[in-house]
């Protein structure tokens, strides 16, 4: 966690001053996609992580929502095209992963493909190849369920709490989890490769976003990757609520204008579309395009899953995810 700066004070003595804005900011399943859970949200008791007691909705999603269609991740070969990683080494930015890109990464001593073009792909980062590198393909396990906490009433925190790697973020409002950056191969050794919408499978078993998919595109023109998510993008839209309850917009307020006055956690508190003047966050336009931290409190527990390992297993650590 880290202190408040300046803005994100001025914006929670302006909450105190705005109740009626504050209170409005509200989480409502009502948002939510009708098939997004394999059960009816349930309002349920929570303790949320300083102490307070409260009500959250308790989401319970599976594996990946019907109808999603997700992919491709690894190419198979040096001739085919995958999705898109976020490249932290020299050279920085947002790739197609494809041969341009690998050749790239060989060239600097991260060699993920054999002579014949071969790309190393793998299931699970603990059974890679012998040497060089691998990208990381986990196939989907369909019986996973997931249970997720939001709290109904947003509760600002003293202090906000910055998203580290694949730190949990929030829920879409199509009931995938959506977490923060993935590990780097600088960290790992290994590339979880994303799909063209910005999102791969757990070593759980189950899909998660690691962007603001809906406006993705956004960041695909910012950085002149040459790729297309298939789900309707808009700048504009509600894409999600962060698990301290507040909710999660796309690059641009609603009326279509970047917003200029967004705290540390790229939020503030303006109108949208169905509501007066709220706390919300807003995406940004370069990957990963999601809040760097968090202003409210979460629920204790707010994440658990039915898999045998990566994150929200009981008793398994993450994987690379």
């Known amino acids: 966690m880290s202190h408040l ?36 949200p349930e309002v349920v008791d929570c303790t949320l992580e300083n102490g307070v007691q409260t009500q959250c909705y308790q989401l319970k999603v599976g594996y990946l929502p019907e109808g ?37 990464l060989d060239s600097l001593g991260y060699r993920f493909f054999d002579a014949d073009g071969t790309v190393h792909v793998v299931d699970n980062a603990s059974t890679p190849p012998e040497d060089d590198h691998a ?65 791969h499978i757990d070593p759980g078993g189950w899909y998660h976003w690691h962007a603001t998919s809906t406006d993705i595109g956004t960041v695909f023109k910012a950085e002149g990757v040459a790729a297309d998510c298939a789900l309707t993008q808009d700048a504009s839209a509600m894409f999600g609520y962060a698990f301290d309850g507040f909710a ?15 705290d540390q956690c790229n939020g503030h508190i303006r109108p949208t579309a169905d509501d007066s003047a709220i706390y919300h966050y807003h995406a940004t336009a370069t990957f990963p395009n999601l809040p760097a931290c968090l202003v409210g ?25």
Request: hydrophobic share 45%; charged share 15%; proline share 6%.
């Open 135 to 199: 990208c990381i393909n986990v196939t989907a396990d369909e019986s996973v369920e997931i249970t997720m906490l939001v709290p109904i009433e947003p509760v600002m925190a003293k202090t906000v709490t910055n998203l580290g790697t694949v730190a949990k973020v929030g829920v879409a409002l199509d009931g995938v989890p959506i977490f923060a950056d993935a590990p780097s191969i600088q960290q790992t050794g290994h590339m979880p490769a994303l799909d063209v919408c910005g999102g």
């Open 297 to 321: 409190v979460s629920a204790q527990g707010n994440f658990s899953t039915t898999a045998a390992q990566g994150i929200g297993a009981a008793g398994a650590g993450a994987g690379p995810s």
């Open 68 to 104: 999603l269609n997700v992919g491709p991740f690894c190419p198979a070969t040096l001739d085919d095209e995958g999705g898109v990683w976020d490249w932290t080494g020299d050279d920085a930015g947002l790739y197609r992963i494809n041969r341009e890109f690998l050749m790239m």
């Open 248 to 262: 999660m917009y796309g690059s641009t307020d609603v009326g279509g204008t970047v917003p200029d006055d967004l």
């Open 5 to 40: 700066t300046h803005p994100l004070a001025r914006l929670i003595l302006a909450s105190a001053l705005l109740k009626p804005g504050l209170a409005s900011a509200h989480s409502d399943v009502s948002h939510f996609a009708k098939a997004a859970f394999v059960e009816a």
